[in-house]
């Protein structure tokens, strides 16, 4: 006695072809969003979508032939995982506490700090206050370079990622190997300053 409910032979092929069809698209549009998004997203928990690497080109070009390769390199978060990719240098993510920055520059043995207008004061701000505290210490950090991205090619307009401005710096010699004394000094200077700017900001 043959069941009603059971499939032919005939029907698990055709069964067996629509799957290997679906399979095909289902490729071909991840391969197709990769290729506009081929530097990654993740969610932040509140359903928001958060690149995790731009496309540095001009950055990363210049990095790679005027920063020696054994240099340490501090980056801004968003800016970290582009510079590892694109220029195999070592890399770590900046800081957030600006009053133990020095303190993890020397531990690291970091000789540069890089960070964006995009991640760290425009869109996520992420470790701002350290980017702002370099910013207001050129005695301490150099400046020695600020690129301009052009991002028209990796994103829509809307987008917003379109342009960014990365800046680089030096540390200075005298940034580091300091003893405890001088690190409790500096952190009193950080609040000083941070007192200042927020000061500043009210006015």
């Known amino acids: 006695?043959?069941?009603?409910?059971?499939?032919?032979?005939?029907?698990?092929?055709e069964i067996d072809k629509s799957l290997r069809?679906?399979?095909v698209i289902v490729i071909f549009v991840v391969s197709i969003f990769y290729l506009n998004n081929a530097y990654g997203w993740v969610?932040?928990?509140?359903?928001?979508?958060?690149?995790i690497g731009m496309?540095?080109?001009?950055?990363?070009e210049w990095i790679a032939s005027n920063i020696p390769h054994d240099a340490g390199i501090m980056a801004g978060q968003g800016y970290t995982i582009a510079l590892i990719y694109m220029t195999d240098?070592?890399?770590?993510?900046?800081?957030?506490k600006p009053e133990k920055l020095d303190f993890m520059l020397d531990y690291y043995n970091i000789s540069y700090i890089v960070f964006g207008y995009t991640f760290t004061f425009d869109k996520f701000h992420l470790?701002?206050?350290?980017?702002?505290?370099?910013?207001?210490?050129?005695?301490?950090?150099?400046?020695?370079?600020?690129?301009?991205?052009?991002?028209?090619?990796?994103?829509?307009?809307?987008?917003?990622?379109?342009e960014d401005t990365i800046w680089i710096y030096r540390v200075l010699e005298n940034t580091k190997n300091f003893d405890d004394g001088d690190y409790?000094?500096?952190?009193?200077?950080?609040?000083?300053?941070?007192?200042?700017?927020?000061?500043?900001?009210?006015?």
């Open 89 to 96: 240098m070592r890399v770590v993510g900046l800081y957030g």
């Open 1 to 13: 006695m043959i069941d009603d409910n059971e499939i032919t032979e005939e029907e698990w092929i």
């Open 127 to 162: 470790s701002e206050e350290s980017a702002r505290y370099v910013q207001a210490h050129p005695e301490k950090y150099e400046l020695i370079q600020t690129i301009h991205e052009d991002y028209s090619q990796f994103f829509e307009e809307e987008t917003g990622y379109r």
């Open 21 to 23: 069809i679906t399979a």
């Open 55 to 60: 496309p540095e080109p001009k950055a990363s």
């Open 43 to 51: 969610c932040d928990g509140c359903g928001r979508k958060i690149m």
């Open 184 to 203: 409790m000094l500096d952190k009193e200077v950080y609040k000083a300053w941070l007192k200042e700017e927020e000061r500043k900001n009210k006015t």
